[in-house]
């Protein structure tokens, strides 16, 4: 028998308005406080969680049909990516037309942003999706070499903390050494940050979640208040090395958690995919448009991308019986 794990989709579906949350800056008024710190350290924990449950269900897809899997799926998330490219395509034409920098600027910004950031402006979310292709693409070659596993472990693990290091250096953590500013403004030029070599990590421990001996839920629980207060009092860059293990124990804690009877028939899994994608259209509008302030621009916009998204879901769905 299929197993859904409704539990997981439940959390996906919180994970995406965790997304629109970043997006909208709902708690901005608290900056400077440990509400807003503890804000960030939790949402921060939103994409690393969708990375995770794409590597568990790429683990269980390897177990039935070996790894050409992970090259499928590399595959189908880089034509959802070109998909949903084009479906920003106005925003991002529209953002080259007020910055008025040049064609040939523009068309260097353009393959820049689809082929190394994984965005461009209003469409942020999907770099997630070129970084899922790049690290699909990475494991399977490494599982292809047949690559030790405990060595496939140590290099997923180093990329993570190099890409941390170069996200922390860009948004200014070490910007107050010259030569780190200027290594700093390099790699936002170029490379845009470190997160591309963040995404294996978490794939990477998704893949293998089912090999990894699972805690008791409390001890989980544990794990998790541990590490977001820890995350709250440090800094930023501790909250990042010590973000794959709170996203894993919530993962693990999730995975077999009872949900309801009927969740399924709420299509969380679907829903949070719709949701994580479209809501940067409403952020648009919320933010450029109709200029609101925080709390409000994060309301209507998950209003906007719930109400769209069911709607779509609703009418798909009857489409599909209809034939």
Partial sequence: MK??????????FIAALMVISIHTDPVGMFKGTMIFDAWKVITDLAVPFFFLCTGFFVGRSIDKTGISSIWKRAVSFAKIYTIWTAVYLPLTVYSYIIH???????????????????????????????CAVY???????????????????????????????????????M??????????ILIKKTIGSGRM??????????????????????????????????????NSFCATIMSPIV???IFFSLIDLPVVNGMQKMCFR??????????????????YVMKLPG????????????????????VKNIIGDNR
């Fill in 247 to 249: 996203v894993t124990a």
């Fill in 135 to 173: 690290s699909l693409i990475f494991i399977f070659i490494l599982k292809r070499l047949n690559v030790n596993y405990k060595v496939i472990w140590g290099i997923v693990i180093a990329l993570y903390i190099i890409g941390s290091i170069l996200t922390y250096m860009v948004e200014g953590g």
């Fill in 197 to 234: 070599l963040t995404g294996p990590l978490c794939l990477w421990i998704g893949i293998n979640a089912n090999k990894i001996k699972k805690i008791q839920r409390g001890y989980l629980l544990g794990i998790i208040i541990i590490g977001i207060v820890a995350s709250v009092i440090t």
């Fill in 270 to 287: 679907t829903a949070s995919s719709y949701i994580y994608y479209i809501h940067m259209y409403f952020v648009f509008l919320t933010n």
């Fill in 100 to 130: 008025k920098n040049g064609i040939a600027n523009d068309l260097f910004c353009f393959f820049r942003g689809f082929l190394v950031w994984g965005n461009h402006d209003w469409s942020w979310q999907l770099w997630y999706l070129l």
């Fill in 175 to 184: 910007t107050y050494f010259p030569k780190a500013k200027v290594i700093a």
């Fill in 295 to 314: 709390a409000p621009r994060f309301a209507l916009t998950t209003l906007l991308t719930v109400a769209v998204t069911y709607a779509f879901i609703g």
């Fill in 3 to 12: 197993k859904y794990y409704e539990s997981l989709d439940v959390g996906k």
